[in-house]
C-alpha cells in the first residue's frame, strides 16, 4: 500500500520561505514519478513541480527561480523548498506519486493528505 504524508506547512508572511517534506512508504520511491501540487479555496488543483524517475525536473511557470523540488532516496522522502512566497501561493499542498510520468498534470494515482501554507502580505 502506497502511502504519502506530507509536513512542514504553516503560515509565514511575503517574502519567507517554508520547507514542505512528503515522507513515502509502500514502494521503491525511486522507480515511481513523483509532484507536488496544491489547491485553493474555489480553485482546481493545479501543478507545481514535478520530478521524473531520471531526476528531471519540471516547474509551473508561477514558482520557477522561487521553489525547488528536491528527493532524498535514502531517506524516502520528496521536499519542496519554497522561497519568495507571495499570498497567492496560500493553498493546501499535496504530494503525489506514480509509476507513470504525469508531470504536472493530475493523473497520479497515489496522494497525500495534504500541508496548509498560507502567506500573509
Known amino acids: 500500500q502506497v502511502q504519502l504524508v506530507e509536513s512542514g506547512g504553516g503560515s509565514v508572511q511575503a517574502g519567507g520561505s517554508l520547507r514542505l517534506s512528503c515522507a513515502a512508504s509502500?514502494?521503491?520511491?525511486?522507480?515511481?514519478?513523483m509532484g507536488w501540487f496544491r489547491q485553493a479555496p474555489g480553485k482546481e488543483r493545479e501543478g507545481v513541480t514535478a520530478?521524473?524517475?531520471?531526476?528531471?525536473?519540471r516547474y509551473a511557470d508561477s514558482v520557477k527561480g522561487r521553489f525547488t523540488i528536491s528527493k532524498d532516496t535514502a531517506k524516502n522522502t520528496l521536499y519542496l523548498q519554497m522561497n519568495s512566497l507571495k499570498p497567492e501561493d496560500t493553498a493546501m499542498y499535496y504530494c503525489?506519486?506514480?509509476?507513470w510520468g504525469y508531470g504536472l498534470n493530475t493523473g497520479y494515482n497515489y496522494w497525500g493528505q495534504g500541508t496548509q501554507v498560507t502567506v500573509s502580505s
Open positions: 503525489a506519486a506514480d509509476r
Open positions: 520530478i521524473d524517475i531520471d531526476g528531471r525536473k
Open positions: 509502500g514502494y521503491s520511491r525511486s522507480t515511481y514519478y
